[in-house]
Nanobody, 117 residues
Framework: QVLLEESGGGLVPSGGSLRLTCRAP???????????MGWYRQAPGKERELVAR???????DYADSVRGRFTISRNTSRKMLFLQMNDLKPEDTAVYYC????????WGQGTQVTVQG
């Protein structure tokens, strides 16, 4: 059963922006609110890597490669996670995945982001 649903990916030129959304309609609110929520990405031929994560208390953590360009946020009451991506670069091209980590964990199915150089 897919618990997380990503959307918002697409094709953008270098320097462009996208906003990714992750919805968790089948997660109970307490699971969402108590989980660390994160965005990960996987480029062709590479391992999946952490992009950004946010704790239940709102503390954020970013990969060095995206710090200052990407912003992660969450809306607990709506069980949604966001990733605002600005100044996109071709090396940001990847499939982006949403993840929750708590007593349980799970992944979404991903959304493709392609940045044209």
């Amino acid at each position: 059963q897919v618990l997380l649903e990503e959307s918002g990916g697409g094709l953008v030129p270098s320097g462009g922006s996208l906003r990714l959304t992750c919805r968790a309609p089948r997660l109970i609110t307490s699971t969402f609110s108590n989980s660390v929520m994160g965005w990960y990405r996987q480029a062709p031929g590479k391992e999946r890597e952490l992009v950004a994560r946010i704790s239940s208390g709102g503390t954020t953590d970013y990969a060095d490669s995206v710090r200052g360009r990407f912003t992660i946020s969450r809306n607990t009451s709506r069980k949604m996670l966001f990733l605002q991506m600005n100044d996109l670069k071709p090396e940001d091209t990847a499939v982006y995945y949403c993840r929750f980590q708590g007593r349980d964990s799970g992944w979404g199915q991903g959304t493709q982001v392609t940045v044209q150089g």
